[in-house]
């Protein structure tokens, strides 16, 4: 049904334009009625660049997969558990009130010998690992921290099982200095863990490192970086 502009007129009465205004309460119910299915349609009743009729709500993958949707559309993202805007650079949090969820698994490594040793390599496996802001960088071992606050960090490290009797230790580093440290002694396996609360600003960053004291080089299991944002 298309809207009869002509109706009603100064000229004819409402009595006799029954039809026309008919026919535009119909275009009226059809322009309401259409059902929001995408976020690129510039039809009547669907979202159209900044002006918004409906919010997405899928994964990250999903979100970031769609075509133009036009500045000031809205997304959930199922992934994140964030609500999304896009804006002409793509899509950003609809807040800036960053919520850091990470947990990171590194490789085993070969640590020198009574070296702090930063953990650098991480695993592949991705069903035990999660990033939501993408704040770690697999290339240095670091993550980047995306917004000040305060954050739960811990750092682990499992060395071998062993019958000698020598000081392990692992360490959250922060912008290249230890802000929190764990030793101990002990044989068999050494699985070693360190955490603290600590206040971040935007930018710092943090990494994991471990030592020991053996008299010659050890391959450890392996460890984890992980933190997430309190408040």
Request: hydrophobic content about 35%.
């Amino acid at each position: 049904m298309v809207w009869n502009k002509d109706y009603p007129t100064s000229t004819v009465s409402p009595s006799a334009s029954t039809l026309g205004l008919t026919g535009n309460w119909k275009a009226l119910e059809d322009w309401w009625g259409v059902e929001h299915t995408t976020l690129t349609s510039a039809s009547s009743g669907h979202h159209t660049a900044q002006n918004i009729s409906l919010v997405c709500v899928a994964a990250t993958s999903a979100i970031s997969a769609l075509s133009s949707p036009g500045t000031g559309a809205l997304a959930y993202d199922t992934t994140k558990g964030e609500l999304e805007v896009y804006r002409t650079a793509g899509w950003g949090k609809l807040t800036e009130s960053y919520w850091s969820r990470v947990r990171t698994v590194f490789l085993s490594a070969s640590i020198s010998t009574a070296t702090w040793t930063k953990l650098t390599e991480k695993r592949t496996v991705e069903e035990d690992q999660y990033d939501t802001l993408s704040e770690f960088a697999s290339s240095s071992g670091s993550a980047s921290i995306k917004a000040t606050g305060t954050y739960f960090v811990l750092g682990t490290c499992r060395f071998p099982t062993t019958s000698n009797n020598y000081l392990v230790g692992v360490a959250i580093y922060k912008n290249g200095s230890a802000v929190a440290v764990h030793r101990g002694y002990g044989a068999g396996v050494r699985s070693t863990e360190v955490f603290d609360i600590l206040s971040l600003t935007a930018g710092d960053r943090l990494e994991v490192y471990c030592y020991h004291n053996a008299g010659s080089n050890i391959t450890i299991v392996g460890g984890s970086l992980q933190f997430t944002k309190l408040s």
